[in-house]
């Protein structure tokens, strides 16, 4: 039974990229800490060169209107953070919408099906064609002869691309040979023409396309969603943001400061394909234009500890509720 035990651990362990986990994970926790350091930064050179007394005001009670100039720049900055929040949020609701629905339906679901399966024949020749010359100038290489038995595999099985049967196999086939492209074109002791290069990774950037996809309607379901869900719950996280890390009232400049800093933070995120958070990214904004504008003194210490608090914990209490709750599904289910 231990050992068992111990084989169902090791198999499930060693199905986590630690690669990608450690990129993801980085990426959550230095976000914020950019964003502050830039909030910082941002609202120093705004003191230094703008001398607008509206900019730098601070509002008292809700007749005190900003000017049209002020409101426009706040309504723009508002709107790059939710464009920007709804671009990484919604990547991440899609993508879990996706592998629930290639889970349970992966005939439907695992591979794009209007992907033209003469465009993957064709690319998968082409793949072979320069492995046939990857092979003679690099006689007996492991890498390449690996890479040539996965695209093998996935011209077999190009067929399962348009079926109902064995389409799941077909997207593990088209994810190992992108991934020996990658491998390929990043080794440098493989001697491959720049020519072949760049033909692989244009091949790469096609197939992806077989697998990374999703339907109209689940981009459609989850904005709405995303949209309905900012519409019911945004109340407490405003007035946190908002008027409970920094001791006074932000001043317009700080406002914008903290927004333009936090869209500009998740939309280079959302570049590069790492999920940030934006309710941290946007309170270290705001941290750091309070602190640029006032100090340490400035800032309300029992706020930005109970933020740091569940900062560092979300991460390991949902990676432990989710492996227990994994474990108890596979023993009852």
């Known amino acids: 039974m231990i050992g068992g035990s111990l084989a169902f651990t090791n198999f499930y362990t060693g199905t986590v990229n630690w690669d990608k986990a450690k990129e993801i994970g980085l990426s959550l926790l230095m976000s914020p800490l950019f964003g502050f350091g830039v909030a910082v930064l941002l609202m120093f050179?705004?003191?230094?060169?703008v001398k607008s007394e509206k900019l730098f005001h601070v509002p008292q009670g809700d007749n005190d209107k900003p000017s049209l100039v002020v409101r426009l720049l706040l309504i723009t900055t508002c709107t790059l953070v939710s464009f920007f929040h709804g671009s990484n949020d919604g990547q991440k609701g899609v993508g879990l919408l996706m592998l629930i629905l290639i889970a349970f339906l992966p005939a439907k679901f695992a591979i794009d099906k209007t992907y033209p399966n003469d465009k993957i024949s064709t690319d998968l020749n082409t793949t072979k064609q320069i492995i046939q010359s990857l092979k003679v100038a690099n006689p007996g290489n492991k890498d390449i002869l690996l890479f040539d038995d996965q695209t093998t595999k996935a011209e077999a099985d190009v067929s399962f691309a348009t079926s109902d049967k064995g389409t799941f196999k077909f997207r593990k086939d088209i994810h190992a040979v992108n991934k020996g492209i990658k491998s390929i074109v990043a080794n440098k002791e493989i001697k491959i023409s720049n020519e072949d290069?760049?033909?692989?990774t244009s091949i790469s950037g096609n197939i992806l396309k077989i697998t990374d996809f999703a339907p109209i309607w689940a981009i459609i379901?989850?904005?709405?969603s995303l949209g309905l869900g900012t519409m019911i719950g945004w109340k407490r996280i405003v007035v946190?943001?908002?008027?409970?890390?920094?001791k006074t009232y932000l001043s317009y400049a700080q406002g914008a400061t903290a927004e333009i800093v936090a869209a500009g933070t998740i939309?280079?995120?959302?570049?590069?394909?790492?999920p940030v958070s934006t309710?941290?990214?946007?309170?270290?904004?705001?941290?750091?234009a309070m602190i640029a504008s006032g100090g340490s003194k400035n800032i309300n210490g029992g706020t930005i500890k109970n933020i740091a608090l569940a900062w560092i914990l979300t991460l390991p209490v949902c990676i432990s509720v989710a492996y227990v709750l994994f474990l108890l599904f596979h023993l009852f289910v």
């Not at 050179?45 to 060169?49: D, M, P, Q, V």
């Not at 946190?240 to 920094?246: A, H, L, Q, Y």
């Open 45 to 49: 050179l705004l003191k230094r060169f």
């Open 197 to 200: 290069k760049a033909t692989l």
């Open 221 to 224: 379901t989850i904005s709405l």
């Open 240 to 246: 946190t943001i908002g008027e409970k890390i920094g």
């Open 267 to 274: 939309g280079l995120s959302s570049g590069l394909g790492l």
């Open 279 to 288: 309710t941290h990214v946007l309170s270290s904004g705001v941290a750091g």
